[in-house]
């Protein structure tokens, strides 16, 4: 299955699914890769809020104009939860990748990188620096998008970087298997060994392939939570390969900080139902 069709088949959540900053979904060529913009303008503060591994990863810039100043912060793939700090009343711009695509972008291998932030320049450094002086002079967040797309479809073009072969199928069976899969089984599907397959994996991404398909779990449980009207725990247990409910309710507990009752309860209660039902079809996983 090639990464172009990867997006129709996976969608991953926030773990609030009306965000609180604007996001805006990347013209078709870009949607295989980028998962969305996001940002605000200045004197929109960015807000304090809970953070659930998605399986995405951001180039972050923040502009500060009146300083003429842009900072730009890469944060790897996260594999557990945490609450932002928050920011100034800058104005923010960042790229969403999946955390399988980051690494066409990349100048350096992005092992190491997980639940971690570094200098955007460190992996990112000729993107950082095409952009950073750009979104400066870019009047509004469409603005900003429109520059950011033109970029990376010249990168894309340019560069021709392509994903491991190994990794390619590794990532495309875990996501077709919604993460309910040993990962045991990967190196005879990919004709790699164990060891080779881990070192692509966290060279390309950052982490191994049993940390994305515990993730790629996750995130398809959440969606289903958050979609499904009659959701059953004990079928959610079949579903997913869990040893049983409790196996389950730690595991989404271990991602998510809470329990899927309480986060469930926190969405919607920030979001009303009518919201969660047009907004997040059940369909595309």
Known sequence: MSVVNWHQLYQPLTARPKPLVAESRPCAPLRPYVRCFWGCDAGSPE??????????????????????AVSVRFCGVDDRPYRSAGGGPHALFAIRWYAWTAGYFAQDSLQGTRNGGFAGGWHFP?????????LLEAPSHTARIRLAETLLLT?????????????????????QARGNL?????PA????????????????MGCPPK????????????????????????????????ADQSHLLRSFKRYHGMTPARA????RGAESVAFLQSHIPGSGI
């Open 126 to 134: 000729a993107l950082t620096a095409a952009l950073a002086p750009r």
């Open 155 to 175: 990168w894309l073009e340019q560069t021709r970087c392509t994903m491991p072969d190994a990794v390619q199928t590794a990532v495309g069976t875990l996501l």
């Open 47 to 68: 807000p304090a809020v809970w953070v659930v591994p998605d399986t995405c990863v951001d180039l972050i810039f923040r502009i500060d104009r009146a300083a003429g």
């Open 264 to 267: 469930l309860a926190a969405a």
């Open 211 to 242: 940390t994305l398909a515990g993730l790629i779990r996750y995130q398809c449980l959440w969606r289903d939570l958050l979609t499904a009207p009659d959701w059953n725990v004990q079928d959610a247990v079949a579903l997913y390969g869990f």
């Open 182 to 186: 040993r990962t045991a089984e990967l």
């Open 189 to 204: 599907r990919t004709f790699c060994s164990a060891r080779q397959l881990e070192r692509q994996f966290t060279a390309w």
